[in-house]
């Protein structure tokens, strides 16, 4: 099928990281992503470290959104809804007790610190069995091997080896992720009795098409330039799947099969980590060509 039958499908931004995000008609892609994207993060108080959900399943149950007309330094406020409903603006003096008593430990609200405060982003719980805590994070059985990391590009596999983010961002590697609908579909003949959702992979951008196609359609893009709307996009590299993918949020249930058969079937891949080589405005609806 023909890449000119792709176009966009949603555009997505997460105003916390690890939080439940919203759905956008349009934006500017910049070198640094969508804007505002991942904006704010939790901090856990007990090891001084940003986090997300790999460490703290609970923030997925909670949603945000920003706050028009605030000023917190580098982003605007947002107002959180935590998992029992109630509303909490991070300009509250009560944001920090009202999040660690929904997500049950001692946590802290932040917003995007300048990238020069190395110590704000650096990872500061690193144990003795670094494999350990990445076999746990990528929810693997004893059996089952690691991710391939050769495909990392060198500065941002080493950035990530001392920090929680690369420093500026709270991003897990690179500022866009998109996925395909033919991905999930992938996915789905996979795991027959899986509640596959968009949200479960939180892409900023999801591709439909026209021709309900099944397969890893975006892996074969690597390496070459994604043409959206007035923006260009460099397609660097498949993106590995952690527990993240399995954890209940909302109404979706807690559900291992997921990341079993990604790592059985997809190397534990699924949609792809791109970087914004030229800004421009994209929209839904936004045919894609690749070059």
């Not at 996915?187 to 009795?193: A, E, R, W, Y």
Request: proline share 6%.
């Amino acid at each position: 099928m023909s890449t000119s039958q792709y176009a966009i499908k949603e555009i997505w931004r997460y105003p916390v990281k690890s939080m439940q995000g919203e759905r956008l008609a349009n934006t500017v892609l910049t070198p640094g992503g969508v804007p505002l994207d991942r904006g704010w993060a939790v901090r856990d108080e007990a090891t001084q470290t940003i986090v997300g959900a790999k460490k703290i399943a609970g923030l997925l149950n909670c949603s945000a959104t920003y706050i028009e007309g605030t000023n917190a330094g580098t982003v605007p406020h947002v107002e959180i809804t935590l998992s029992d409903g109630t509303s909490v603006r991070s300009d509250q003096e009560t944001i920090h007790e009202q999040l660690s008593n929904d997500l049950g430990q001692h946590v802290t609200l932040w917003p995007l610190q300048p990238a020069s405060d190395a110590d704000h982003y650096r990872t500061k719980n690193a144990t003795d069995n670094p494999e350990a805590d990445l076999r746990e994070s990528f929810a693997l059985e004893p059996h089952e091997p690691l991710p391939d990391f050769s495909a990392w590009p060198p500065e941002v596999l080493s950035e990530l080896m001392e920090f929680a983010s690369p420093r500026g961002t709270y991003f897990d590697a690179f500022p866009l992720d998109i996925l395909t609908e033919a991905s999930l579909r992938h996915l789905q003949s996979l795991t027959p009795d899986a509640q596959l959702d968009v949200r479960r992979f939180r892409p900023n951008i999801l591709l439909g098409d026209s021709e309900n196609s099944v397969g890893l359609s975006e892996t074969a893009w690597t390496g070459k330039t994604l043409n959206l709307g007035q923006a260009r996009i460099d397609a660097v590299m498949a993106c590995p799947r952690c527990i993240m993918t399995t954890r209940a949020q909302q109404e979706l249930p807690r559900d291992a099969s997921i990341i079993r058969a990604l790592v059985a079937h997809t190397k534990q891949n699924l949609s792809i980590y791109c970087n914004v080589a030229k800004a421009g405005q994209i929209a839904v609806g936004d045919v894609l060509k690749v070059t």
